[in-house]
């Protein structure tokens, strides 16, 4: 024991800086997976005692959990494709659309504009508006104006006849 060096680094205040990276670096991911779920049944069963097995009843109600995480978890694949379905977000095209942002100057605007296209950039969708890309879930107000209301009324001709 004389002999060994003491390390401090993870010691307060002197916390080292590398574990500080490692710590944030970290995912904060805390759900349980599907995957998870199967290391921690497939654990159980390796260690259990053998005077004493899972119970049958046990065993299924266990597997019946794995099932409904690993159904909850393509439900929520399918509502996300679903969600950034191309099609569903061109129904925008032609809409008043607002959103909120910072100008050049930096102080906080609220944007409007028709939408010109769709497009998905990284799995996200994006609504052109003028020269901006912006995202579709930062929409805060989407209106349809009706094509009559975009057309401006005709002049009435002076005394033609149709």
């Known amino acids: 024991m004389a002999g060994e060096a003491i390390n401090n680094n993870a010691v307060w205040p ?5 574990n500080v990276q490692k710590a944030a670096a ?5 759900t349980l997976g599907k995957d998870q779920f199967l290391k921690i049944l497939v654990t159980q069963l390796r260690n259990q005692d053998p005077s004493q097995p899972l119970q049958d009843r046990d065993f299924i109600a266990q ?12 439900m929520s694949e399918q509502m996300t494709m679903l969600r950034q379905n191309l099609g569903t977000a ?20 609220t944007y ?6 769709i497009s998905i950039k990284d799995g996200e969708q994006y609504a052109k508006v003028g020269d901006k890309s912006v995202k579709v ?4 107000t989407i209106t349809y104006v009706p094509s009559s209301a975009k057309q401006t009324p005709k ?5 033609e006849n149709v």
């Open 90 to 109: 061109s129904s925008l095209i032609g809409m008043t659309v607002e959103w909120n942002g910072l100008s050049d100057a930096g102080v906080g605007t």
């Open 137 to 140: 879930d930062e929409l805060t």
């Open 14 to 18: 002197n916390y080292s800086t590398s």
């Open 112 to 117: 409007s504009g028709v939408v010109e296209a």
């Open 26 to 30: 970290t995912t904060k991911d805390t």
């Open 63 to 74: 597997m019946a959990q794995f099932s409904s995480v690993e159904q909850l978890m393509n």
């Open 155 to 159: 002049e009435e001709a002076g005394g």
